[in-house]
């Protein structure tokens, strides 16, 4: 007669079917991470050299309002 495998051994391969997944998904997160830096680098190169451009004067206020001595009683 052939023995029968338990539910221990079931237990088993689930687990390992399981921690294979885990493994396999990180795997992927961590992949898909470097691509998308790899990605966001480059654009964000082109925005920084981009907006160096408009940093000039853009600390400077367009309005003429002044708030010295508004607060005078």
Known sequence: MKP?????DYKNKKAIKGQ???DKKQAFIQA???YDA???ADSDEERDSM????????NQSA???????SNAS
Not at 4 to 8: E, P, Q, S, V, Y
Not at 51 to 58: A, L, V
Not at 63 to 69: A, P
């Open 38 to 40: 790899c990605l966001g």
């Open 4 to 8: 029968t495998r338990g539910k221990k």
């Open 51 to 58: 907006d160096s451009d408009n940093d000039e004067g853009s």
């Open 20 to 22: 294979n997944f885990k």
């Open 32 to 34: 898909k991470a470097a």
């Open 63 to 69: 309005s003429s309002y002044s708030s010295e001595g």
